[in-house]
């Protein structure tokens, strides 16, 4: 896969990427991949202070993965600050991890020894039914051609995306062309923000760059980080 064709935009154009809120599973250290875990006390306080940064933004356009964690969260952050209502896009949704789904760090070296050493090597290309990086380089081409056509169709200039910690690595990787191996990896917290700004120079190039990288817009209690993978 070559980078998202940045070139196609109309227009400069802001891309927020925000990773849900501590989840009930997150809180029991559990791998979540797809598995539906609500938002606990903790996540429900870091998507509302999350909101608040969003005020003085002018998000147009708001995305959202269908996971609960995920939908609440963006729920909570856009009647914060009456940003537009989000709207599902299957794209967003975590990766799926096989059968470490829905299990502790103890509970699958039990289970699944040889996997769980492979895991440690290969990550989850070595997992039993997970999502293949072949998969994964599909599932964000096709994310950011939606998000670069959203942002022409209705001339969005600020569009923000609230997704999972696993799959926002590939969305990351996807701007930098390295969609070959899971590592390097990049910190992504409960409620980390990202921004990528991207503009167009002609038909062929284009100026893009991360400039907020997990950004925790957070204080007091909701400062805990308590995340597992999802």
Same mark, same amino acid.
């Given at each position: 896969m070559s980078k998202p064709q940045f070139?196609?935009?109309?227009?400069?154009?802001?891309?927020?990427?925000?990773?849900?809120?501590?989840?009930?599973a997150n809180s029991a250290g559990i791998y979540q991949g797809r598995h539906n875990s609500a938002l606990s006390a903790l996540g429900r306080e870091q998507a509302s202070q #999350?909101?608040?940064?969003?005020?003085?933004h *002018?998000? #147009?356009?708001?995305? $959202?993965?269908?996971? =609960?964690?995920?939908?609440?969260?963006?729920? =909570?952050?856009?009647?914060?600050?009456?940003?537009?209502?989000?709207? #599902?896009?299957? *794209? &967003?949704?975590? +990766?799926? /991890?096989?059968?470490?789904?829905?299990?502790?760090?103890?509970? /699958?070296?039990?289970?699944?020894p040889e996997d769980w050493k492979q895991f440690q090597r290969r990550s989850w290309e070595a997992v039993p039914k997970a999502e293949s990086i072949a998969s994964l380089r599909e599932r964000v081409a096709a994310l950011w051609e939606? &998000?670069?056509?959203?942002?022409?169709?209705? *001339?969005?200039?600020?569009?923000? $995306?609230?997704?999972?910690?696993?799959?926002?690595?590939? =969305?990351v990787k996807a701007t930098f062309g390295t969609l070959d191996h899971w590592l390097p990896l990049v910190k992504i917290?409960? $409620?980390? +923000?990202?921004?990528?700004?991207?503009?167009?120079?002609?038909?062929?190039?284009?100026?893009? =760059?991360?400039?907020?990288f997990n950004h925790r817009a957070l204080n007091g209690s909701a400062e805990a980080d308590l995340s597992r993978l999802g």
């Amino acid at each position: 896969m070559s980078k998202p064709q940045f070139s196609r935009l109309a227009h400069e154009t802001e891309f927020y990427f925000l990773r849900h809120g501590n989840s009930e599973a997150n809180s029991a250290g559990i791998y979540q991949g797809r598995h539906n875990s609500a938002l606990s006390a903790l996540g429900r306080e870091q998507a509302s202070q #999350t909101g608040g940064w969003f005020a003085e933004h *002018e998000i #147009t356009r708001v995305f $959202c993965s269908p996971l =609960i964690r995920a939908a609440e969260t963006a729920q =909570i952050v856009t009647a914060r600050v009456d940003l537009p209502q989000p709207e #599902t896009l299957d *794209e &967003l949704i975590e +990766i799926d /991890i096989g059968v470490f789904s829905n299990m502790a760090p103890d509970e /699958i070296q039990q289970r699944y020894p040889e996997d769980w050493k492979q895991f440690q090597r290969r990550s989850w290309e070595a997992v039993p039914k997970a999502e293949s990086i072949a998969s994964l380089r599909e599932r964000v081409a096709a994310l950011w051609e939606r &998000l670069i056509d959203e942002a022409n169709a209705g *001339e969005h200039r600020r569009i923000l $995306c609230v997704s999972h910690g696993g799959f926002m690595q590939w =969305i990351v990787k996807a701007t930098f062309g390295t969609l070959d191996h899971w590592l390097p990896l990049v910190k992504i917290s409960n $409620c980390g +923000i990202f921004r990528y700004r991207a503009k167009p120079v002609d038909a062929e190039h284009a100026y893009g =760059i991360w400039d907020i990288f997990n950004h925790r817009a957070l204080n007091g209690s909701a400062e805990a980080d308590l995340s597992r993978l999802g």
